[in-house]
């Protein structure tokens, strides 16, 4: 059985679509919710799924005895599900190629230091695209610059607006991300 490890920040609607998919699955199962915000919504949707959660300060991530906590749980990957703290070079090379992260447009668009949430969504309708997607990705050093795994793409109307665009990204996340990581996790038997 195979330990996914994952990071959120925010409301956490990605990590628990992850655990949910992962429950009772004879490859993987999520093993530790990691959090940077102790509000996260992400919290109480761990806990309801009876997956331990562990909060941190920007701080305590960026000192060395991190990534021993990380080490003691043994992950097979570690998942980025709307964490939006860059990750450690210390954790990224301590795990190559198991560290893993969705971004919601297509990379390289859209991508670096800021872009994330309903600021890539306007970015993309500011810009008039034609399309946008979900890139997921490796992690490595520079925000979003990862070998990318997985991209799915979706139309993006004249009429929509950001909001719109958010609705038609996190239901490719919600569709997608979960059997990717599958995938990755069968790949890495």
């Known amino acids: 059985m195979k330990k996914i490890v994952v990071f959120a920040s925010g409301s956490g609607t990605n990590a628990e679509n992850i655990i949910k998919y992962f429950k009772g699955s004879a490859i993987g199962e999520v093993v530790s ?17 009876a997956v331990p959660v562990e909060i941190f300060t920007k ?3 960026y000192e060395s005895n991190f990534v021993h906590k990380i ?8 998942v980025l599900a709307g964490f939006l703290l860059k990750f450690p070079d210390e954790l990224i090379s301590a795990y190559p190629d198991k560290v893993i992260n ?59 607006t950001a909001e719109v665009v958010a609705e038609k990204i ?7 991300f979960p059997s990717v990581i599958e995938d990755i996790l069968k790949s890495k038997s």
């Open 33 to 49: 919710v990691f959090t940077n915000n102790a509000n996260a919504k992400v919290i109480d949707r761990a806990k309801n799924n």
């Open 71 to 78: 080490n003691a749980i043994k992950p097979d990957l570690i």
């Open 170 to 176: 996190h239901e490719l996340e919600q569709k997608y």
């Open 102 to 160: 969705i971004h919601p447009a297509l990379l390289p668009k859209y991508g670096g230091k800021g872009m994330y949430g309903m600021h890539v969504h306007r970015a993309v309708v500011e810009n008039k695209e034609k399309e946008t997607g979900i890139s997921i990705h490796y992690v490595n050093e520079h925000y979003d610059e990862g070998a990318i795994i997985f991209q799915k793409s979706v139309t993006v109307l004249g009429t929509d």
């Open 59 to 61: 701080t305590e991530l």
